[in-house]
C-alpha cells in the first residue's frame, strides 16, 4: 500500500461526522467548529495509524462461515459474505497515543475530551476507508463488501480474539483485554467480503441499519 501523511488523513475527516459523534450535527456554530478543529490539530500530533490484513478463503461450516484458518459463528456474517469466494481479514489502530491524549485531557476538560473522542473515532473511519481504497487495487479485490466487525449482528464480540489473533496483530500493537476490548481503544478489526455479487445492502460502513444495537449512542439516522 502506498504511505499516507497524518495530515492528509485529517484532511480528509468529514467534519460532519464528528458533530455527529458528538452528539450535535444539529448544533454548528463557530465555537463548536474551533473545538472540533483544535481536537483534530492534536490529533494529528499523536496519531500514528497503522493496519493489517490478511486475505483468505470463504467456506460454509456447519456452525458459521470459513475464513481461512477461522470459523466465525452466527448466521449474519454469513448473509453478509453470500457470493463471496474470499474476505479480507482487517483490523487497524490510531496507535497508544491517542488513548493516553483522551484521558490527559478528559482530566482538564469534558468538552475538549468529547471532542477528542469523537475526532479519533471519524479518524480512525477515515483511515479505514483509506485503507479499503488501496485494497480496491490488488487483483480480484476491487470489488469489495463493507465491513463487518465482530459486534455486528450475531457475530459475537468474542471473536475479536481469533481475527487479531489470526492477523498477529501485536505486530501493530492491538492486543484485547480479557473481555474482549481492543489496547488501544482506537481500533477496529473487521470482515471484508470480496466478490462481484452483491449481498445484501447496507448504507454505510459501520453498518448501523443492519446492527441489532439499536441503543448505540453512534447509531446512524438514516
Known sequence: MTALSVSALIARVDRAEVLRYMGAAAQCDDTLSTLVEEALAE???????????????VTTQLDGIGLG?????????????????????????????????IRRVALLSMSQSAALQAGAAALLETYCDWCQEELAQ?????????????????????FQGPLLHCLESHRIGLTTTAAM??????????????????????????????????????????
Open 181 to 222: 476490548m481492543m489496547v488501544p481503544t482506537k481500533s477496529v478489526s473487521a470482515i471484508i467480503g470480496l466478490g462481484e455479487e452483491q449481498g445484501e445492502k447496507r448504507p454505510c460502513g459501520r453498518g448501523c441499519a443492519f446492527c441489532s444495537k439499536t441503543d448505540c449512542a453512534f447509531r446512524k439516522v438514516e
Open 69 to 101: 484458518p477461522v470459523t466465525a459463528p452466527g448466521a449474519d456474517l454469513a448473509r453478509h459474505l453470500a457470493g463471496c469466494r474470499e474476505a479480507v481479514l482487517f483490523a487497524a489502530t490510531l496507535g497508544i497515543g491517542v488513548d493516553q491524549l
Open 43 to 57: 490529533l494529528e500530533k499523536v496519531a500514528v495509524p497503522r493496519m493489517v490484513w490478511r486475505r483468505v478463503e
Open 138 to 158: 490488488e487483483p480480484g479485490a476491487a470489488h469489495q463488501r463493507s465491513r463487518f466487525s465482530p459486534g455486528y449482528g450475531d457475530l459475537p464480540l468474542s
